[in-house]
């Protein structure tokens, strides 16, 4: 079992930068695959970025690849969203997501979420 409580949401102008992060709970979460999704009012969940329990692979939509890093302490226990030059279209709320499977985490079907936190760019 792995709980996961993500932090770092809140407002900021556009431009400007957030870290999220991750904890979880449970020592599986070193040997695990770990992304982030967002979902805007109205919308579907979607996929920003995944990273392997190595940190030597990493994946990102395309709205925002060289703009979000992800990033990982497993001696921490915790997953990271540096996330830079933020636009208003990136208001969302944002989850983690846990999985010992890469496709599930890459394809929305994670077993592990945490409850989200709400990131808000303005313009």
């Known amino acids: ?3 996961l409580v993500e ?3 809140g407002l ?3 431009g400007g930068s957030l ?3 991750c ?3 449970g020592r599986a979460f070193s040997s695990y695959y770990m992304g982030w999704f967002r979902q805007a009012p109205g919308k579907e969940r979607d996929f920003v970025a995944a990273i392997n329990w190595s940190s030597d692979s990493t994946a990102y939509a395309d709205s925002v690849k060289g703009r979000f890093t992800i990033s990982r302490d497993n001696a921490k226990n915790t997953g990271y969203l540096q996330m830079n030059s933020l636009k208003p279209e990136d208001t969302a709320v944002y ?3 846990a999985d010992s499977e890469s496709t ?3 394809y929305n079907k ?3 979420w945490g409850p989200g936190t709400q990131v808000t760019v303005s313009s």
């Open 1 to 3: 079992q792995v709980q």
């Open 7 to 9: 932090s770092g949401g």
């Open 12 to 14: 900021v102008q556009a």
């Open 19 to 21: 870290r999220l992060s």
């Open 23 to 25: 904890a979880a709970s």
């Open 95 to 97: 989850y983690c997501a």
């Open 104 to 106: 599930k985490v890459r």
């Open 110 to 112: 994670s077993t592990y």
